[in-house]
């Protein structure tokens, strides 16, 4: 089933990828599949392990499913001094 999702990228992920959002339609069957589509769109090199992902504005499950109309964030470890 297609799902329509917002996607937010912050910090490197906004860095890497030019924008700080984006919808798309997806038949990803989870969280764990929409980031696969999304670092092969974008040509990101982040693992999926090293990265936190939000959907709806709680912290997600990567085995999480798509909500039509949702908000799905990829969250980088974020480096600071």
């Known amino acids: 089933m297609m799902a329509t ?7 490197s992920l906004r860095e890497a990828t030019g924008c700080d959002g984006e919808t798309v339609d997806s038949d990803a069957p989870d969280l764990a599949a929409l980031y696969a589509e999304t670092a092969a769109r974008h040509g990101l090199a ?14 997600a499950r990567w085995s999480d499913p798509l909500r039509d109309g949702g908000e799905v964030a990829f969250i980088p470890p974020v480096s600071g001094g």
């Open 5 to 11: 999702v917002r996607l937010l990228y912050f910090a």
């Open 46 to 59: 982040w693992p999926r392990e090293r990265l936190r992902v939000a959907a709806d504005g709680a912290f």
